[in-house]
């Protein structure tokens, strides 16, 4: 029904960026809030980055100022513009989606990625 597919982590050296992608289709007619997720192991996962459809858009204290949540609604796809990485920013980083609504007009309350690396480190 749902499908999101991150890609454009990896390794990168402290002080520089990544671009991080994620891809959501099926018989979807519209997604209120994208969200990016992060969590390294023994840890919750925390809440990076949100956007609404709309384009109204909330960060985490620990990242305002270093990235940026977009989102192109023509192509179905949200991003993620990291910028000045540090290497507490290394965890998996995982695109959500939440109110689904559906070309059957009901609606799924979220749903996930399966994540993408991303690692910080000289």
């Known amino acids: 029904q749902v499908q999101l597919v991150e890609s454009g982590g990896g390794l990168v050296q402290p002080g520089g960026s990544l671009r991080l992608s994620c891809a959501y289709s099926?018989?979807?007619?519209?997604?209120?809030?994208m969200n990016w997720y992060r969590q390294v192991p023994g840890k919750q996962r925390e809440l990076v980055a949100g956007?609404?459809?709309?384009?109204?858009?909330n960060y985490a204290d620990s990242v305002k100022g270093r990235f940026t949540i977009s989102r192109d609604n023509a192509k179905n796809t949200v991003y993620l513009q990291m910028n000045s990485l540090q290497p507490e920013d290394t965890a998996v980083y995982y695109c959500n989606a939440e109110k689904i609504l559906m070309s059957g007009l009901y609606y799924i309350d979220d749903y996930w990625g399966q994540g993408t690396q991303v690692t910080v480190s000289s």
């Open positions: 956007i609404t459809n709309s384009g109204s858009a």
């Open positions: 099926g018989s979807i007619l519209s997604i209120y809030t």
